[in-house]
């Protein structure tokens, strides 16, 4: 198959720029579940942006370097912030429907922000925008969509990316998709932990078949968990939006009292690495709750139906209860390395959203910022499209022949099991070198034996669990890597953030079948 543009990932980053590249030429998407099911689904807080007057793109930008603890690029920074409210209007303009209020569109308060500046929909903002982007892409003839289809590795002519293999998961075969440029908007990394906050999708994907074709990745080890998701036995950890806390929800311990303002004066809105390591702690002491009771059983209703549905599935009535948290992986802060455009370090390779690393988080993300960074540089990649037409659509043949094997689920299921739970326990939100040490020793048997499973085809589980080995493993590297405390990243053994030696990236690259380390 041939076609313009090949956009792995239907998320908002990738549906944004399908969306504005069609104009340009034909763009097929391909997704390895349904269309709807991403990450961006499952954004509950909202997307934050400039839009009233006693706000600022200066103060945005203070706020966003703030939290990335130094290591943000203020360029990259100072573009996301001048360019949120044209982002705003490029939402509005999908039929997007922001919460409004008598004087304009409802603003709230997340962590580590100054001022009410998140827009949302309710308390299920992702998900708004999902549909109001599927919609449109449904219905634009110059998109192609293909559902259940697993992009497999990229396609190489030389240093150029010319397209993917591709798994269609349900015709079990291996095929090759050729494009003018190819785009990666896979989504996260989540679900490489026990606990997280994201779907089952989350593994990496895109970071890993990038890696596996020699792209520069940066700021792998900074892997942001969130403070507050549901802690209860038997349901799954539910994020528990920070848009509570936003509204006046805060955070006790079993005895009843408040924790989080002898650790920081910005209380239950310090930055999201801050809350997470003190509820981490605290949990070795008792339960942590989130308490929103004192707002009132109709702004509850009308702020979080959806949160407050979801909590009675697990007999948790938030207008009467505490409501039970932990921290959870959220986020992933770096990825791909890109530039404003999109633009990789392999040529017709472009890479968009959470997969990526703009620069713009460093070593931990402002709430909200997520989803304005996937419209923001999508945006601006799809400005740059049109000039991807003048390549020549190659179409090399492929000396080795992919095919698929239905490979017994249980050992598949066994690792992947033991590699979320050693991963949560050896580089969750609290590090240190022994534990880590581990976990590499650990990656490599596990490297190894897939390498046996997979000798006489590939499935979607196996290529899942690869993938995951990979991210695992280049996380574990920079992580074990950066000998301080910075942002997301603690380490036990290095607690304190050193300036001197390492207000600096760690990059990762394959070269000949070998990992790279550079420090920047």
């Not at 903002?125 to 969509?145: C, D, L, Y």
């Amino acid at each position: 198959m041939k076609t313009d543009f090949l956009v792995v990932g239907s998320g908002i980053a990738g549906l944004n720029f399908a969306l504005k590249a069609a104009k340009y030429g034909k763009v097929t998407i391909v997704t390895k579940k349904e269309i709807m099911e991403s990450n961006t689904n499952r954004a509950q807080g909202g997307i934050a942006a400039v839009t009233r007057k006693d706000d600022s793109v200066q103060l945005h930008i203070e706020d966003t370097l703030k939290v990335g603890s130094g290591l943000s690029n203020k360029r990259m920074v100072k573009i996301l912030a001048e360019q949120g409210p044209e982002a705003i209007r490029n939402l509005l303009s999908f039929g997007v429907a922001f919460d409004e209020e008598k004087d304009g569109l409802h603003l709230t308060t997340e962590g580590g922000h100054s001022i009410a500046r998140v827009l949302h929909s309710g308390d299920s903002t992702g998900k708004e925008i999902e549909q109001a982007m599927t919609e449109s892409v449904r219905e634009n003839p110059s998109i192609e969509v293909f559902e259940d289809c697993f992009a497999i590795d990229l396609i190489l002519e030389g240093r150029e990316c010319v397209g993917a293999k591709i798994l269609d998961i349900k015709k079990r075969k291996v095929c090759c998709v050729f494009a003018r440029a190819t785009i990666l908007a896979a989504g996260g990394v989540g679900y490489i932990y026990q606990n997280t906050s994201n779907p089952e999708i989350a593994t990496g994907d895109g970071i890993a078949i990038a890696f596996r074709a020699g792209a520069r990745l940066e700021d792998m080890e900074f892997v942001q968990f969130h403070p507050t998701t549901l802690n209860k036995a038997g349901a799954p950890h539910f994020l528990i939006s920070e848009a509570l806390r936003g509204e006046g929800a805060i955070l006790v311990n079993d005895m009843g009292a408040r924790f989080m303002l002898e650790i920081d004066a910005m209380g239950e809105l310090a930055p999201r690495d801050i809350i997470a390591r003190t509820i981490f702690n605290e949990l070795k002491h008792g339960s942590v709750y989130l308490d929103i009771r004192h707002k009132g059983r109709s702004f509850i209703l009308e702020r979080f139906p959806m949160i407050h549905e979801e909590c009675l599935k697990y007999d948790i009535d938030i207008t009467e209860e505490l409501i039970p948290v932990s921290p959870a992986a959220h986020y992933i802060c770096g990825g791909i390395k890109t530039n404003e455009y999109g633009e990789t370090s392999i040529p017709n390779l472009l890479a968009f959203g959470e997969c990526t690393c703009t620069g713009v988080h460093g070593a931990n993300r402002l709430a909200s910022n997520s989803l304005l960074e996937s419209v923001v540089f999508s945006s601006l990649g799809a400005k740059k499209a049109e000039k991807y037409l003048k390549n020549k659509l190659s179409a090399p043949p492929q000396k080795k022949e992919l095919r698929f094997f239905d490979i017994e689920p249980n050992e598949l299921n066994y690792l992947k099991a033991e590699l979320r739970k050693s991963l949560w326990d050896y580089v969750g939100i609290i590090r240190n070198e022994k534990q880590m040490s581990l976990m590499l020793n650990k990656l490599a048997r596990l490297k190894a034996r897939l390498a046996v499973i997979g000798r006489n085809g590939v499935n979607t589980r196996f290529l899942e669990l690869k993938n995951m080995v990979t991210v695992a493993h280049l996380i574990t590297t920079a992580a074990f890597t950066r000998n301080e405390s910075r942002g997301t990243h603690y380490r036990k053994d290095y607690p304190a953030t050193d300036d001197k030696n390492w207000l600096k990236h760690i990059d990762l690259a394959q070269k000949n079948d070998e990992l790279h380390i550079s420090i920047c």
